[in-house]
Structures are given as C-alpha cells and as structure tokens.
C-alpha cells in the first residue's frame, strides 16, 4: 500500500517561507512522478509543482520562481520550498504519486494521480 503524508504546513506573514515535506511509503520506485497540488475553500485542486520519472519540473505560473520542488529518492521524500508567500498561496497543500508514467506537465493537470495525502493546511496573512 502506498501511503503519503504531508508535513511543514503552517501560517505565515505575506513574503515568508514555508517548507513542505511529504514522505511516501510503500512506493517501489522513488522516481515516479510526483506533484505538489492545492486546494483552496471553494476553488477546484489545482497543480502547483510536479517532477517525473526523468527529473523533469514543471511549475504553475502562479507560483515560477517562487517555488522550488525536490525530492530525496533515498528515502522517498518529496520537498516544495515556498518563497515569496502571498495570501492568494492560501489553501491545502496535497502531495500525490502515480504508477503512470505522466510528464511533469501532464501531472500538472491533476489527472491521473491514484495516491494522495490528507493535506496540510498553508495561510499566508497580508
């Protein structure tokens, strides 16, 4: 069974920084693709940041050169670095794998990914 949950949520003044960490069991290869995705009250899930099985990015461009994601294969975390907060970065933050073989650009569409955390919650205060 694969299983992730998120971690490094919290809230944060306007400009701030937050690290997400998002550790994931059960998967049996650490380079399948993997995204970051975001939900705020009322809007639909949307992706923020995805990286595939060749270690290509993609990034929404609400959030280019603000966020960075990584991950550690060794032990199969998922990392998203925000920088630059601002209130409109407020919603739940989901890590989420797949077995497919998706692009990071395909991932960012949010479909096809079987495996979620639960979230944790990001608010940024202006």
């Known amino acids: 069974t694969i299983e992730l949950a998120e971690s490094g949520g919290g809230s944060v003044q306007a400009g701030g920084s937050l690290t997400l960490s998002c550790t994931i069991t059960?998967?049996?290869?650490?380079?399948?693709?993997m995204g970051w995705f975001r939900q705020a009250p009322g809007k639909a899930r949307e992706g923020v940041a995805a990286?595939?099985?060749?270690?290509?990015?993609a990034y929404s461009d609400s959030v280019k050169g603000r966020f960075t994601i990584s991950r550690d294969t060794a032990n199969r975390i998922l990392y998203l670095q925000m920088t630059g907060l601002k209130p409109e970065d407020t919603a739940m933050y989901y890590c989420?794998?797949?077995?497919?073989?998706?692009?990071?650009?395909?991932?960012?569409?949010?479909?096809?990914?079987?495996?979620w955390g639960e979230g944790t919650q990001v608010t940024v205060s202006s």
């Open positions: 989420a794998t797949t077995l497919q073989s998706l692009t990071a650009i395909q991932a960012l569409g949010v479909r096809g990914f079987g495996y």
């Open positions: 059960g998967l049996v290869n650490p380079k399948s693709c």
């Open positions: 990286i595939d099985a060749l270690d290509t990015i």
